[in-house]
T-cell receptor, first 116, second 117 residues
Framework: AQSVTQLDSHVSVSEGTPVLLRCNYS??????LFWYVQHPNKGLQLLLK??????LVKGINGFEAEFKKSETSFHLTKPSAHMSDAAEYFCVVSDRTRGSQGNLIFGKGTKLSVKP | EAEVAQSPRYKITEKSQAVAFWCDPISGHATLYWYRQILGQGPELLVQFQDESVVDDSQLPKDRFSAERLKGVDSTLKIQPAELGDSAMYLCASSLGHRLAGGNEQFFGPGTRLTVL
């Protein structure tokens, strides 16, 4: 069975400092991995996705994530936080095996706060 | 820019009443998903449609929840009767719908926030 664990429920950083949101996954097969962001009262927006191409994935708004199979991790980073980055972030795994429905399995989320 | 539309955005109801949510996916998207997001948690899949057919409703509480996508376009999710524990955000998403859908991006609507009193 596939699952994701987001190691921090809340991360607080100062504007201009680096962001690190941690995610570990569990999958019996080669996974597809995603990071989604959810701003208050808005729908989920895809930040980036990994589907077995390059292990370092670049996304929108300066975010990137690195797939590390040996560590079963897919941490999200950004060099310099902006106030507008304050939101809830979800790490997501999808089963890509043949015959599956490719369902998305979400982590519990990490709330990112950005202090001025 | 094409978006997934949902209505209503907010719904307050009393327990034992019936409620219905509507979703209009992005044009041309064959796959439609309904998720439930309880406060403080990630979304959980309730039901997945491929065109007009249900392909996964294993997590849908079928004694009170129903979903349909009669013409393979828009969809309705119904709860009857509503219970206090149904208070949550109900999200609709759509994707192009290739066979191995895991690699395809799901586009989410703004959600319907349900409060059951």
């Amino acid at each position: 069975a596939q699952s994701v664990t987001q190691l921090d429920s809340h991360v607080s950083v100062s504007e201009g400092t680096p962001v690190l949101l941690r995610c570990n996954y569990s999958s019996s097969y080669s996974p597809s991995l995603f990071w989604y962001v959810q701003h208050p009262n808005k729908g989920l927006q895809l930040l980036l996705k990994y589907t077995s191409a390059a292990t370092l994935v670049k996304g929108i708004n300066g975010f990137e994530a690195e797939f590390k199979k040996s560590e079963t991790s897919f941490h999200l980073t950004k060099p310099s936080a902006h106030m507008s980055d304050a939101a809830e972030y979800f790490c997501v795994v999808s089963d890509r095996t043949r015959g599956s429905q490719g369902n998305l399995i979400f982590g519990k989320g990490t709330k990112l706060s950005v202090k001025p | 820019e094409a978006e997934v539309a949902q209505s209503p955005r907010y719904k307050i109801t009393e327990k034992s009443q019936a409620v219905a949510f509507w979703c209009d996916p992005i044009s041309g998207h064959a796959t439609l998903y309904w998720y439930r997001q309880i406060l403080g948690q990630g979304p959980e899949l309730l039901v997945q449609f491929q065109d007009e057919s249900v392909v996964d409703d294993s997590q849908l509480p079928k004694d009170r929840f129903s979903a349909e996508r009669l013409k393979g376009v828009d969809s309705t999710l119904k709860i009857q009767p509503a219970e206090l524990g149904d208070s949550a955000m109900y999200l609709c998403a759509s994707s192009l719908g290739h066979r191995l859908a895991g690699g395809n991006e799901q586009f989410f609507g703004p959600g319907t926030r349900l409060t059951v009193l």
